[in-house]
């Protein structure tokens, strides 16, 4: 059973930092790529961010670049999203993603199995 489980959400100043983690099974870990999504109330959920397990190669929407990094620790099958400056407009409920690859939109869509979501709320 595939299994992903978030942590690290929380209530964080704008400007400050917040690290989210996100644990995977060995069958997620078998997957290409994890990602973050991310959904707030009355909007579509969003990309975040990816990972390829195997490279390393990473991906980011626009909004977030240059403030968030996503990385990964293959020895913990962990990936982590390191939010620094977040402003009020990335509060939301964060999501942890699993890609097999095999859809269309890799690596920003077409994620096969999702965390449960850990809430982020950024004061201004």
């Known amino acids: 059973q595939v299994q992903l489980v978030e942590s690290g959400g929380g209530l964080v100043q704008a400007g400050g930092s917040l690290r989210l983690s996100c644990a995977a099974s060995?069958?997620?870990?078998?997957?290409?790529?994890m990602g973050w999504f991310r959904q707030s109330p009355g909007k579509e959920r969003e990309f975040v961010a990816a990972i390829r397990w195997y490279d390393g190669n990473t991906y980011y929407a626009d909004s977030v670049k240059g403030r968030f990094t996503i990385s990964r620790d293959n020895a913990k099958n962990t990936v982590y999203l390191q939010m620094n400056s977040p402003k009020p407009e990335d509060t939301a409920v964060y999501y942890c993603a699993a890609n097999s690859g095999a859809r269309a939109g890799y690596p920003y869509a077409g994620y096969d199995y999702w965390g449960q979501g850990t809430q982020v709320t950024v004061s201004s």
């Open positions: 060995e069958r997620a870990f078998s997957s290409k790529a």
